[in-house]
Nanobody
């Protein structure tokens, strides 16, 4: 079972940038889809984006054009680059791993990171 370890996050001003990292320990990215989700206060957790085992990325409409996902396979690390953030991006961000098959549904993911807080000030 792969373990997911997150880092990054913090406080950023509106319009600024932030990068989150996610390490898949005990597995190789070429065999796992890594998804990003977020949960804002009082809201349900929602899909942000995913990078497939083949390296193909998919982003939610709410973050397209602002967020990007990349990965470093030798380092088993996936990055969520967040640009032009706004207060609506304030949430706890989670990274999760799923063996082989890409999905935007959180229930399909078995290994979850600890979550990291991102707060955007206006």
């Amino acid at each position: 079972q792969v373990q997911v370890i997150q880092s990054g996050g913090g406080l950023v001003q509106s319009g600024g940038s932030l990068r989150l990292s996610c390490v898949a320990s005990g597995g190789t990215l070429s065999r796992y889809a890594l998804g990003w989700f977020r949960q804002a206060p009082g809201k349900e957790r929602e899909f942000v984006g995913v990078v497939s085992a083949r390296g193909i990325t998919q982003l939610a409409d709410s973050v397209k054009g602002r967020f990007t996902i990349s990965r470093d396979v030798p380092k088993n690390t996936v990055y969520l680059q967040m640009n032009s953030v706004n207060p609506e991006d304030t949430a706890v961000y989670y990274c999760a791993a799923r063996f082989l098959i890409t999905s935007s549904r959180q229930r399909d993911y078995s290994s979850w990171g600890q979550g990291t807080q991102v707060t955007v000030s206006s």
